[in-house]
């Protein structure tokens, strides 16, 4: 069965340095999203792609942050510099259909920690 | 602020029984909803969509809408201790698929 895939599964990183998390998803999905779980708390959104471009993005997601789709398979997620609060498991979702009848694929996730 | 609201739990169910799980939301634009199982350390798992009020059931898994009461239900019939886990409720507007997650429900089935 077609999975999305995930890289790193943990990555543990000092407090200001640069953090890629890279994902796969699912071949024939068009719409990606990038998720993060702190311990012991909600999912929350971060951002959505769509067609090369950001299509919506959460308060969380401010300049730290960035997405990209380098080729036709990978989309990443870079956090420039991280800080102590970006610890947490970072899960990238993907969906054949847009509007509101896709239903969203998670990837098993990356966790990082910050020290 | 769009909310997804759970009671957190735990639920502790016989093996065997049913387990019922309730979930509120607050935005009325809401249009689909979503369970998601999540056992403890992994990502979240699709068991259950539905897009229009009343049931749909699938195998063991029955969810409920009420969209008037803003309510949408899970119920998981002779619970097994592999049902074990966190569920998830996820609520998607009419803009896109962005999911508003609840805090999450946790099942604890006792054989």
């Known amino acids: 069965e077609p999975e999305v895939t995930q890289t790193p599964s943990h990555q543990v990183t000092q407090m200001g340095q640069e953090v890629i998390l890279r994902c796969v998803p699912i071949?024939?999905?068009?719409?990606f999203y990038w998720y993060r779980q702190i311990l012991g708390q909600k999912v929350e959104f971060l951002v959505s792609f769509y067609n090369n471009e950001i299509s919506e993005k959460s308060e969380i997601f401010d300049d730290q942050f960035s997405v990209e789709r380098p080729d036709g398979s990978n989309f990443t997620l870079k956090i420039r510099s991280t800080k102590l609060e970006d610890s947490a498991m970072y899960f990238c979702?993907?969906?054949?259909?847009?509007?509101?009848?896709?239903?969203?694929?998670f990837g098993e996730g990356s966790r990082l920690t910050v020290l | 602020q769009k909310e997804v609201e759970q009671n957190s739990g735990p639920l502790s169910v016989p093996e065997g029984a049913i387990a019922s799980l309730n979930c509120t939301y607050s935005d009325r634009g809401s249009q689909s909803f979503f369970w998601y199982r999540q056992y403890s350390g992994k990502s979240p798992e699709l068991i259950m969509s539905?897009?229009?009020?009343g049931d749909k059931e699938d195998g063991r898994f029955t969810v409920q809408l009420n969209k008037a009461s803003q309510y949408v239900s899970l119920l998981i019939r002779d619970s097994q201790p592999s049902d074990s886990a966190t569920y998830l409720c996820a609520v998607s507007g009419a803009a896109g698929n962005k999911l508003t997650f609840g805090g999450g429900t946790r099942v604890l089935v006792k054989p």
């Open positions: 539905i897009y229009s009020n």
């Open positions: 979702a993907s969906t054949l259909r847009g509007g509101n009848t896709g239903e969203l694929f």
């Open positions: 071949s024939n999905h068009l719409y």
